[in-house]
């Protein structure tokens, strides 16, 4: 078991950055695959990054490329999204995800359904 926990969030402008903090407890996350996802209001929850948390393999969605970046603290059990020249968008709230066995998965890792444990997400809004 896995609880995870977001934080960092808040109104930014366009251009600006955000660093967001996901802390994970409970269970070791040597297999896990660590994920953020956004869902803005009536959209579906969409990948933006991954990371396995025993090699540091990261994996983004096209569109957040070159502007944002995945990483983790194993000391801390700590994942971060820097969020930089953020684009003005609806808000979203964005999710610190878990899947248990990642680290035995080449893809997938952009699938919501794959991921075991969610935190209650953290809000991000951007204004132009």
């Known amino acids: 078991q896995v609880h995870l926990m977001e934080s960092g969030g808040g109104l930014v402008q366009a251009g600006g950055s955000l660093r967001l903090s996901c802390a994970a407890s409970?269970?070791?996350?040597?297999?896990?695959?660590m994920a953020w996802f956004r869902r803005a209001p009536g959209k579906r929850r969409d990948f933006a990054a991954s990371?396995?948390?025993?090699?540091?393999?990261?994996h983004y969605t096209d569109s957040v490329k070159g502007r944002f970046t995945i990483s983790r603290d194993t000391t801390k059990k700590m994942v971060y999204l820097q969020m930089n020249r953020l684009k003005p968008e609806q808000p979203a709230v964005y999710y610190c995800?878990?899947?248990?066995?990642?680290?035995?998965?080449?893809?997938?890792?952009?699938?919501?359904?794959?991921?075991?444990?969610w935190g209650r997400g953290t809000q991000v809004t951007v204004s132009s």
């Open positions: 409970g269970s070791s996350l040597d297999s896990y695959r």
């Open positions: 995800a878990a899947d248990r066995s990642g680290v035995f998965v080449a893809d997938g890792y952009g699938n919501a359904a794959r991921y075991d444990y």
């Open positions: 990371i396995i948390w025993n090699n540091g393999i990261t």
